[in-house]
């Protein structure tokens, strides 16, 4: 049997702002296997980036509350962890890329300085030196994750797809064997002159160099979990299909269980293997990424593929969801998106539909079945 | 870029330059604000002088005051500060006083780095909760200490109850050895004398630390300030989710940012702390500038001291000028994104 590196169940969280309550994520549960690609997509505000901030626990607490639910990785409630607890799990456990790779590099220290702090977090951790949880005797294990680049001895270029091959042993002993370290995983990156950055500054370098580097330092802290919060969002379009043509090319090196949140759905088709789509705080549907965008079974979905400007057809204007999102201090009732659904009824407006499965269970232990939360699913494919 | 060493000699080279002007017009203005305000002009500054004196006095006065003027500038430019009129010249006294007040204000800065700037983290840190709050009574505790009545205070009680010396640098004055540099404990180090360095430590705290205290709310409400403008910042969570724990968050990735303010701030401070112990010099019996310049200007029943007021008002100045331009290089150093200019 595989454990699920991540199991989110019933995850609810709230923020409270003056006097309003906010629901930002209301009872999601979702699973993430070794080596498996989960992309979360939703439009702007729909709870994705919180849902994704929530897991490693960096939301400032208060103003958000996590209010029930679970989240455990690899056996550890990380819900229940104290603030003393959390750093043990963060960098080597779950790394994290941003959206804001221009102000993610701390602007202070030399780039040199920042990938090597990482690694030796992450050597540190290696050699037993942080054994455990303070204030608790929780041991940790950090010997499950994701696989160190294979470099050839002669080029020192990355030797493509080598990296699950077998693991380079872990001896940093000297200067030089650390800087060699840093270099691999900025070489990991397609960094071409590696050298020639050590020295530099964040704001020496480019948007894309940057949100590289961010990933390389994320990466060489070796996470068996990596969450990808927008990390193209915020470049340039050209810049953008670089560091996504890189981020699929590592998927498959480094072989990490990764949770892609991106409101991209070509970004998502492309990278993940299972997708969950969000609609005001809660997953409408989830399932394998070929089931969901080319059969949806929410209405939602349907109306947001349909809202994606294609990129081969010009004709007609660009199709919208009508309505608004909803404020969700004041969330509709039943299910939230029936005030803007085309399949809506009196059942909708009463109660809140599960998630259930629709058309075949999955055999296989690690694939998601098809799961859509709606009451008329069988419909869903009659809608224009 | 504009980073490199030489860029730094230039921008140090351009400011020293900036000084020449300044200099000029505090010279300009504090000679003629001591030449022009007073009619019985040689009266004043010789009350119990003989008539010798006044004679003396009454043929300089005499002079257009342009010439007056020019006869002083050629001998501050030639080295020579002047004297009083009992005939102590100027230079002798304000080498070895500007030393002991500069030791004195180092002491405080000392203080208020090693704690203001902590306890500015913590406040931030615990932003509006019981350790916030206890930070803010504590450096407006000193902020809103009147210099006089900390000193007294600290000289009549606290010295006393702590068992701390409350006056001069040394319990024997002179010291049994040659005094180098003039600052107290510097001395004795050099002198090799472990029994006098730990005397000239034990009367240093006293002053220092009430330097410290009333001064030490800037420091920390800079610390606190910017802390909390940085913390809310992308790469403070970079920091985090790299499996760092809140110290080094705190007071690596954060406070290195959040120190650029403070450090700024703390350059300005000490320019004007080395011309503002004027009350703690004269509570304390330390024999530095500021002590020099309340009797210069008649404090304490001591002559008036013309020369001894002008010397003092140039030191002050320049006091200023270069712990401002301390503070631009130490900005430089801290922010790597700031060009030499």
Excluded at chain 1, 340 to 359: E, H, Q, T
Excluded at chain 2, 265 to 274: D, E, P, Q, R, S
Excluded at chain 2, 301 to 315: C, E, K, R, T, Y
Aim: charged share 15%; with cysteine; glycine share 8%.
């Amino acid at each position: 049997m595989t454990e699920p590196v991540l199991d989110v169940q019933g995850l609810t969280i709230t923020y409270t702002v003056g006097a309003g309550v906010f629901q930002a994520v209301s009872d999601v549960s979702m699973q993430i296997y070794p080596g498996r690609v989960v992309g979360i997509v939703g439009e702007t505000g729909c709870g994705k980036s919180t849902l994704g901030k929530a897991i490693p626990r960096l939301l400032p607490e208060p103003p958000a509350t996590i209010g029930s639910g679970t989240v455990v990785f690899r056996g550890t409630d990380l819900v229940r962890l104290t603030k003393r607890q959390l750093p043990m799990v963060r960098g080597t456990g779950i790394g994290m890329i941003f959206q804001e790779p221009l102000n993610s590099l701390n602007p202070a220290f030399r780039v040199y300085d920042q990938m090597a702090e990482a690694i030796r977090i992450r050597h540190y951790r290696d050699m037993g030196y942080v054994k455990s949880f303070r204030g608790g005797s929780m041991p940790f294990d950090y010997s499950v994750r994701s696989t160190p680049p294979v470099t050839n001895p002669v080029t020192k270029s990355i030797v493509p797809g080598g990296a699950a091959a077998e693991a380079v042993e872990d001896k940093l002993r000297t200067r030089a064997e650390f800087r060699e370290e840093v270099l691999r995983y900025l070489r990991l990156v397609r960094i071409n002159d590696p050298e020639a950055i050590l020295g530099l500054y964040p704001h020496e370098l480019s948007g894309g160099m940057r949100q590289r580097i961010m990933i390389a330092m994320a990466l060489s802290e070796r996470p068996s979990l990596l969450i990808a919060d927008e990390p193209t969002s915020a470049l340039d379009v050209t810049i953008q299909a670089q560091v996504l043509t890189l981020m699929k090319e590592l998927i498959d090196e480094v072989k990490a269980a990764i949770l892609f949140i991106s409101h991209d759905l070509g970004v998502i088709a492309e990278t993940a293997d299972e997708v969950g789509v969000m609609y005001a705080g809660r997953i409408v549907e989830y399932g394998p990424v070929a089931d969901v965008f080319l059969n949806p079974r929410h209405p939602y979905t349907k109306a947001l593929l349909r809202a994606a400007p294609s990129r081969y057809k010009s004709d007609g204007p660009l199709s919208s969801i009508p309505g608004t999102v909803p404020n969700l201090s004041r969330p509709p009732s039943g299910c939230r998106f029936h005030p803007r659904c085309p399949l809506a009824r009196d059942a909708c407006k009463a109660s809140s539909p599960p998630l259930a499965i629709v058309g075949a269970e999955s055999k296989v232990e690690i694939v998601a079945s098809h799961r859509s939360a709606c009451f008329f699913p069988e419909e869903v494919p009659n809608l224009p | 870029m504009g980073r490199s060493p030489s860029d730094l000699i230039v921008f140090v080279l351009k400011r020293l330059l900036q000084l020449i002007p300044v200099l000029f017009g505090v010279i300009v203005l504090t000679f003629f604000f001591t030449h022009l305000d007073l009619t019985d002009i040689c009266n004043a500054w010789y009350p119990h002088a003989g008539i010798a004196t006044i004679r003396h006095c009454e043929t300089t006065i005499n002079q257009p005051i342009a010439q007056q003027f020019l006869t002083y500038f050629t001998n501050l430019l030639h080295g020579n500060w002047g004297a009083s009129v009992l005939g102590d010249p100027v230079y002798p006294k304000i080498a070895t006083a500007l030393p002991a007040t500069v030791e004195l204000v180092l002491a405080a800065l000392f203080l208020m780095v090693v704690i203001g700037i902590p306890l500015g983290v913590v406040a931030a840190q615990s932003g509006g909760r019981w350790a916030d709050h206890l930070v803010r009574v504590f450096y407006l505790s000193g902020w809103a200490t009147p210099t006089y009545l900390g000193a007294v205070l600290a000289a009549v009680f606290l010295g006393p109850a702590l068992g701390l010396p409350t006056g001069g640098e040394y319990s024997t004055n002179p010291p049994p050895f040659t005094q180098w540099t003039h600052m107290s404990v510097l001395d004795a180090i050099l002198a090799g004398n472990l029994a006098y360095t730990a005397d000239a430590f034990a009367h240093l705290v006293l002053p220092a630390t009430v330097l410290a205290f009333i001064n030490m709310g800037i420091a920390t409400r800079m610390t606190r300030a910017s802390m909390l403008e940085v913390l809310p910042l992308d790469y403070v969570r970079s920091a985090r989710m790299k499996g760092l724990t809140e110290f080094w968050v705190l007071y690596k990735h954060a406070l290195r940012n959040a120190l650029i303010t403070t450090t700024t701030v703390l350059g300005i401070t000490a320019g004007g702390l080395l011309s503002g112990t004027v009350v703690i010099e004269e509570v304390f019996a330390w024999p530095g500038i500021g002590q020099y310049a309340y009797a210069s200007i008649g404090g304490g029943g001591s002559q008036l001291n013309f020369d001894g007021a002008i010397a003092v008002v140039i030191v002050f100045a320049t006091a200023v000028v270069v712990a401002n331009l301390i503070a631009d290089i130490l900005y430089g150093v801290l922010d790597p994104r700031v060009d030499w200019r």
